[in-house]
């Protein structure tokens, strides 16, 4: 009798996994001359998280869209398969990027794939160790500035002006094109787009690309816009504050931005969808970000977590129906690993033993 169990002495077909650029060719900027520089980004989990409904309550299906697991450990992947690409397309010695550190790595990595030398502008010691060490596994040419973010892509945008290196930040058009991919991703993964999106917002690309592919849904597959609802941190908040923050503060490093490259387009994606863009204190972020950690079984940075914390923080103060009958998907930008510090920090460091089985199994609560 036939069976589908899978024979062990079989060795399974196992899929080639495909870059953004192969698989969505005919929706980016490029064509057959175009170098594909990749490393096979994109194509990451969307995790149903009934863990989470449950203790929330919930009634509509939630979702992780898991960033993390693209090959640098961010969602910059996506863009920086573009972006990187079309420079070497265009015959690009270097590029250059300001960044809070994903960024960084991800153009690194790239950058080094293409031969392309990559040059990081990074704000002095507000990096997550994760981020710093790829960048300089990679080979960048690493430059901390005594300033923060904002300044760093000042001084980039300047260079870019004046000297031949590409910028590869997200008001890199080719940013946005290959992360818009991530919408399609979730429209085929759910067979359609979801009734809502939480995210971070640090310098806004993210969330302009997510509404450029979900625009593009809607025009070429009927179909529906979701209403997009961005997160930044309290401390960091520009646009929900409506003014520059001149000193930004937050645990999430990635997004302690204060003046957001993509701002304008940010509020377009917020009034277009009907949505908002709000903030979280640091304490919901680091508590959202448990809850992925504890519950989910899915690490990721903190400010990651700022999506799963708007959410929460929108059925606490009753600003979200519980009943909504419909898909959410919280967006998770970065992988755990990338800031190890604040984990170490925030539990309990393990308890250490003499090395005999009765005092592990005592200190383990073995029963
Ligand atoms: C994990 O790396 O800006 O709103 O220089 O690393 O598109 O800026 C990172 C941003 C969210 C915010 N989550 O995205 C950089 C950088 C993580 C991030 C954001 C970032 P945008």
């Keep these: 009798m036939k069976n589908n169990v899978p024979q ?20 980016l900027p490029v064509s057959s001359k175009t170098p594909v520089i990749t490393l096979s980004e994109g194509s990451t989990p969307l995790i149903k998280a009934d863990n989470l409904k449950k203790i929330l309550g919930v009634n509509f299906n939630l979702y992780l869209k898991y960033e993390g697991l693209n090959p640098t450990g961010s969602f910059k992947d996506r863009g920086m398969t573009v972006a990187v690409s079309k420079a070497a397309e265009l015959g690009a010695k270097a590029v250059i990027c300001a960044s809070t550190g994903n960024t960084s790595a991800s153009a690194s ?53 004046n000297y031949d290196v590409e910028l590869v930040n997200s008001i890199n058009p080719n940013r946005i094109e ?30 302009t690309a997510y509404w450029k592919g979900y625009k593009e849904l809607n025009e070429k597959r009927n179909l529906k816009l979701p209403v997009m609802m961005g997160f930044q941190a309290a401390g ?94 919280c967006i998770l930008t970065g992988h755990g690993l990338k800031d190890p510090d604040r984990a170490i920090d925030t539990v309990s460091r393990p308890p250490v033993v003499e090395d005999s089985v009765d005092k592990v199994v005592e200190t383990a609560g073995i029963k």
């Excluded at 062990?8 to 929706?27: H, T």
């Excluded at 277009?272 to 950690?293: F, P, R």
């Design 8 to 27: 062990k002495s079989v060795p399974q077909k196992v899929n080639k996994r495909i870059g953004v650029i192969e698989r969505y060719f005919d929706i």
């Design 109 to 161: 990595a790239y950058a080094v794939r293409a031969g392309i030398k990559s040059i990081v502008v990074i704000p002095e010691g507000a990096i997550a160790l994760g981020k710093l060490s790829q960048a300089l596994i990679h080979g960048a040419e690493v430059v901390a500035v005594k300033g923060n973010f904002d300044r760093c892509l000042e001084i980039v945008i300047e260079i870019c002006e």
């Design 178 to 207: 290959g992360q818009k991919t991530a919408a399609y991703e979730i429209a085929e993964a759910l067979g359609d787009t979801p009734g809502y999106q939480f995210m971070p917002v640090g310098n806004a690309g993210n969330i």
């Design 236 to 329: 960091s908040a520009p646009i929900v504050e409506g003014k520059i923050v001149k000193d930004p503060r937050t645990i999430a490093t990635a997004i302690k931005i204060g003046n957001p490259a993509s701002w304008k387009q940010a509020e377009s994606a917020r009034d277009e969808s009907d949505g908002v863009i709000d903030k979280v204190t640091d304490e919901e972020i680091l508590s959202a970000w448990q809850n992925l950690a504890d519950r989910e079984g899915v690490f990721v940075e903190p400010a990651s977590a700022a999506s799963f914390a708007g959410l929460k923080k929108y059925l606490k103060e009753g600003n979200f129906d519980p009943d909504f009958r419909g898909n959410v998907v």
